[in-house]
C-alpha cells in the first residue's frame, strides 16, 4: 500500500472521529437540558449490533434513572441524530395534543422507490398522506361498524372453543401460538373479507404469510434500524418494512376479494366494502386512477392486518400468562364471564352484555400497562408545509426544538413510573376502575398512543383481544405449569415488545359455561 494511500484513509478516518465526537457532544453545549452520555443509541454500540438491547428498552432505562426523576426532558441520541426523550405527561399532551401541527410527522421514513407499499401505510404517511387515509377510513371503525363485525369475531371465537375442547381435559400449549392464529383468522375476516382457518390448520398460507410480517431476523432488525433511525440511507441498502413474499401474497389476495366481491355484490361491513365504495368514486376505471389507488389500498390493507394480528395475539398471550400467575384474578374474571352467560342464558352474548363486561375491560388495560407492545412514540418537530422556528420548552426547559429534531416518549418508562402507579409491577387490574381512571392523568397511560395520531384500529383490537380471552375462559382455567418461564424476555431485534421463546402454560378443561350449564 503506497505512502498515498495510507495519508487519504489516515485523514478519513479523522475527519469520521472529528464528526463523530462533534456530533455526540451536542448535549454538552445545552447545560440546561440533562442529558445522557453521548453514544449510540445512549449505549454501547456493540450491545445493539450483538441485539442484547434495544432503543424501546434502553429508552426504558434511561426513563428510569433515579437522576432524571424530576427532569421533564432528557438529551439523548439515536443512531446519530440528537433527539430527546419527553417526560413531563403535560409536555407529551403538547405533542401530541396541543401542538399537533408542529408534530404531525414521524422521523421514521421507508424509502418510496424500493419500499413503495410501507412508504404509503397511515403509520408512515407524512401529515398530507396521513388526513386523506385516516379521513377515509376511520369510518371503519365507529361504534356501529364495530356491533356489525361482532358476529365475525364471535363465529372465530367460537372456533377457538371448539378447538380447545378437542385437546383434552389437561394440556400443555404455547399460548402465543394459539393467540397469533385467532387473531389472524379474526383480522382474515374482519379486514379482508374472508374465512381463513389458522386455528385447525396452521399451514394455511394466510396463516404462514402472517406471521412473517411479524417475524424479526437478523435482516429485518437492520431494516427496521435504518428505517427508523436513518431513514436517508433506507434507499441505499433496501431495506424494507415487511417480507417481499408475503407483500405480494396479501395484495394478491386482495385484489382476488375484491373482484369476487364487485362481482357478488355482497357486502360485509369491512375494509373490502369501503375499498370498494372508495374506488366506485374514483374519475373513471383508467388505469392511471385505479392502479395508484390500489397501491395505496394495498399499503393499508397490510398495516392494518399487520397491526391487528401482532398486537392483539401479543397482549393476549400477556394475559393468559398474568391469569396464569394470579389465580384470584383469574378466578373473579371469570366469574363475570359466567355471570354474563347466565344472564343470557347460554346463547351468544349481545354486544352490549360484552361491552359491559367491567371486569374483562380492566384486566386488558392493566396488561396493556405492564406490556406496552409498541414501547415508544416517535415523532419529529416541523410544520406539515413550510419551514417553522424553533420550538420553545419553556417553563418546563430552557431550549428550543431545532426543525427535523427526533422526540420520543417512552411509553415502557411512563407505564412503570411509580409517581403514576405504585406498586408498577405488580398486576393489579382494579387500577382501571373507573372510579380510579378518573383520578390519573391520560398522559401516563399510552398503549395506542394519544391525539390526532392515535392507532386508528384500536377500538377493534381491544374488542377482538377481550372477545378472544372470553372465549378461552369460558370453559377453561389456565395455570404456571413445568415449562412456564414466569417472567418472559423480550426479544431485543423486534422492535415491538415481543416475546423471546413462547410462553406455555396448562390448560385444565372444566366446562364452565358449555351448552348453558352456567351455575
Request: with cysteine; proline share 6%; net charge positive.
Amino acid at each position: 500500500m503506497s505512502l498515498e494511500l495510507l495519508l487519504f484513509l489516515a485523514a478519513w478516518l479523522f475527519l469520521i472521529i472529528c464528526l463523530y465526537k462533534i456530533n455526540f457532544s451536542y448535549w454538552r453545549k445545552y447545560k440546561n437540558v440533562p442529558s445522557v452520555r453521548g453514544q449510540i443509541f445512549c449505549t454501547n454500540f456493540m450491545d445493539i449490533l450483538r441485539f442484547k438491547t434495544n432503543f424501546g428498552l434502553k429508552l426504558k432505562e434511561i426513563y428510569a434513572e433515579p437522576k432524571f426523576a424530576q427532569q421533564p426532558v432528557v438529551g439523548i441520541y439515536g443512531l446519530y441524530k440528537p433527539s430527546l426523550l419527553l417526560r413531563d405527561p403535560e409536555l407529551i399532551k403538547s405533542v401530541l395534543i396541543r401542538d399537533f401541527d408542529r408534530f404531525c410527522n414521524r422521523f421514521a421514513k421507508p424509502d418510496p422507490h424500493t419500499d413503495a407499499v410501507a412508504a404509503n401505510m397511515i403509520f408512515f404517511g407524512d401529515y398530507i398522506l396521513w388526513k386523506e387515509m385516516r379521513t377515509k377510513f376511520s369510518p371503519m371503525f365507529t361504534s356501529g361498524k364495530l356491533r356489525s363485525m361482532y358476529p365475525l369475531l364471535l363465529a372465530v371465537g367460537d372456533n377457538m372453543t371448539e378447538h380447545l375442547k378437542k385437546q383434552g381435559e389437561v394440556f400443555d400449549l404455547e399460548v402465543k401460538d394459539l393467540c397469533a392464529r385467532y387473531t389472524t383468522d379474526v383480522i382474515a375476516s374482519t379486514i379482508f373479507g374472508f374465512s381463513s382457518n389458522s386455528l385447525e390448520n396452521p399451514g394455511e398460507q394466510m396463516n404462514i404469510e402472517t406471521r412473517k410480517l411479524a417475524t424479526f431476523d437478523l435482516q429485518r432488525a437492520l431494516s427496521m434500524m435504518l428505517i427508523f433511525f436513518a431513514p436517508k440511507l433506507v434507499g441505499f441498502f433496501g431495506a424494507k418494512f415487511f417480507d417481499k413474499d408475503s407483500t405480494a401474497f396479501l395484495k394478491g389476495s386482495l385484489r382476488h376479494i375484491i373482484k369476487n366481491r364487485e362481482e357478488s355484490g355482497t357486502v360485509r361491513n369491512d375494509l373490502i366494502d369501503i375499498v370498494i365504495k372508495l374506488k366506485q368514486e374514483l374519475p373513471s376505471n383508467e388505469t392511471k386512477y385505479v392502479s395508484p389507488f390500489m397501491e395505496m389500498m394495498d399499503s393499508q390493507a397490510i398495516v392494518f392486518l399487520a397491526a391487528g394480528f401482532e398486537t392483539s395475539a401479543t397482549t393476549m398471550s400477556f394475559a393468559l400468562l398474568e391469569l396464569a400467575k394470579h389465580m384470584e384474578i383469574q378466578e373473579k374474571l371469570r366469574k363475570e364471564i359466567a355471570q354474563a352467560f347466565k344472564e343470557t342464558k347460554g346463547a351468544q352474548l349481545s354486544y352490549e352484555t360484552f361491552n359491559a363486561m367491567e371486569y374483562l375491560d380492566m384486566v386488558v388495560s392493566e396488561t396493556l400497562r405492564m406490556y406496552p407492545v409498541i414501547p415508544v412514540l416517535e415523532r419529529k418537530y416541523g410544520k406539515a408545509e413550510g419551514p417553522t422556528n424553533p420550538y420553545s420548552l419553556m417553563p418546563y426547559c430552557d431550549y428550543a426544538i431545532p426543525e427535523g429534531m427526533p422526540v420520543y416518549i417512552s411509553v415502557y418508562g411512563l407505564h412503570y413510573d411509580s409517581k403514576y402507579w405504585p406498586d408498577p409491577t405488580k398486576f393489579q387490574p382494579e387500577r382501571f376502575s373507573s372510579a380510579n381512571k378518573s383520578l390519573r392523568n391520560p398522559m401516563v397511560y399510552l398503549p395506542f398512543g394519544n391525539g390526532p395520531h392515535n392507532c386508528v384500529g384500536y377500538r377493534l383490537g381491544q374488542m377482538q383481544t377481550k372477545c378472544g380471552l372470553m372465549h378461552v375462559l369460558k370453559n377453561h382455567y389456565v395455570r404456571v405449569g413445568d415449562r412456564t418461564t414466569p417472567q418472559p424476555d423480550f426479544d431485543p431485534k423486534a422492535f415491538v415488545l415481543q416475546l423471546k421463546g413462547g410462553v406455555y402454560l396448562e390448560f385444565v378443561q372444566d366446562n364452565m359455561c358449555a351448552n348453558g350449564n352456567v351455575e
